[in-house]
């Protein structure tokens, strides 16, 4: 992340047209240097809690890393940092099902939902947000109870 900002902490202020143009202008006066963080790198050479804790301290989920010439020479992504010597395949796994099962327990989780809701609804039998969400969470509910049974014997037990 380059810069985090709050569109509501900027406009919080802005009441009437005289703020409107004083914000407009105070946006127009600044420039990119002027709101950006310094780059977030690191040392090819630094070690692992350092790299860990200026991702901790940052708020970021990966860091450049430079040769000692001060050149790009890779990219540290917290997930390979937090899986060093760990078995990353259960970790996919677990992502991978929970991001496809979620979706299924409301009509806008996935594209599907929708596009069958759309559907039903030019058939004659509309779907309301109410009635799939009452099928839906039950539906996922047994899904994923099923899959954390199935990551549970496969990677755990």
């Known amino acids: ?6 569109p509501e902490a900027l406009l919080a202020d802005i ?12 946006v127009d006066a600044r420039t ?32 450049y890393v430079l040769d000692s010439a001060g050149r790009p020479s890779g990219y540290l992504d917290l997930l390979e940092l937090g899986a060093d ?12 099902l929970g991001a496809c099962l979620g979706g299924n327990a409301t009509i806008i989780g996935a594209s599907a939902n929708v596009v069958v809701a ?24 047994m899904s994923m109870v099923i899959s954390s049974g199935y990551h549970w014997v496969r990677y755990l037990a």
């Open 15 to 26: 009441t009437d047209l005289e703020d409107v143009a004083r914000f407009g202008d105070a």
């Open 32 to 63: 990119m240097g002027d709101i950006m963080l310094p780059p977030a790198v690191i040392a090819a050479t630094a070690t692992v809690d350092e790299a860990f804790r200026l991702m901790h301290r940052r708020r970021l989920s990966g860091l």
């Open 118 to 141: 759309n559907l039903s609804a030019r058939a004659g039998h509309p779907i309301s947000f109410g009635l799939f969400l009452r099928y839906g969470a039950v539906v996922t509910r």
């Open 85 to 96: 010597g760990l078995a990353i395949g259960p970790l996919w796994w677990a992502l991978a």
């Open 1 to 6: 992340m380059i810069a985090h900002v709050v």
